[in-house]
Structures are given as C-alpha cells and as structure tokens.
Nanobody
C-alpha cells in the first residue's frame, strides 16, 4: 500500500513562495509519474504539474514559469516549488501517484495566498 504525505502548505502573501513536499512510502516510487493537483470548493480537481520517472515535466498553463516540480527518487519525495504566488493559487494541493491502474492520493495541504 502506498501512502503519500504532503507538507509545506500555509499562508503566504501574493508574490511570495512556498515549497510543497510529498513523501511516498514504498520502494517503487521511482518508476511512476507523480503529480500535484489542486482543488477549490465547487470546482474540479485540476492537474498543476507532473513529473515522470525520468524527470520529464508538465505544467498547467496557469502556473508555467512560476512553479517547478522536482523529485528525489532516493528520498521517495516529490516537490513543488511555487513562486510568484497569486490569490488564485489558493487551493488544497494534493500529491498523486499513478501506477497505470490505480491512483494514490495524499490528504492534501492547504495553500492560502492572501494579504
């Protein structure tokens, strides 16, 4: 069973930065695509960024140029560096691991961008 534990969320002012971390249990983390999603009440959970086992990255247009996803396979951890944060980035951010058959989710970490 895979467990994903996010950390790093909190309150930040517009223009500020946060780094989210997601630590995964298990020994097969390195072979799967990892992603960060976010969700606000009443809206669909959306993909923010993903990173393949080999380090290939994808970003939503809304965050491209501001956010950077990375992974440390040795630590079974994926990161989301969020820069130049905007109020519209406010959401619960979820870590995702997809095996090709199943999705595993963390419980989420709240990011609030506000003055």
């Amino acid at each position: 069973q895979v467990q994903l534990v996010e950390s790093g969320g909190g309150l930040v002012q517009p223009g500020g930065s946060l780094r989210l971390s997601c630590a995964a249990s298990g020994s097969i983390f390195r072979i799967y695509i990892m992603g960060w999603y976010r969700q606000v009440p009443g809206k669909q959970r959306e993909l923010v960024s993903s990173i393949s086992s080999g380090g290939s990255t994808n970003y939503a247009d809304s965050v491209k140029g501001r956010f950077i996803i990375s992974r440390d396979n040795g630590k079974n951890t994926v990161y989301l560096q969020m820069n130049s944060l905007k109020p519209e980035d406010t959401a619960v951010y979820y870590c995702n691991l997809n095996t090709g058959r199943l999705d595993y989710w963390g419980k989420g970490t709240l990011v609030t961008v506000s003055s």
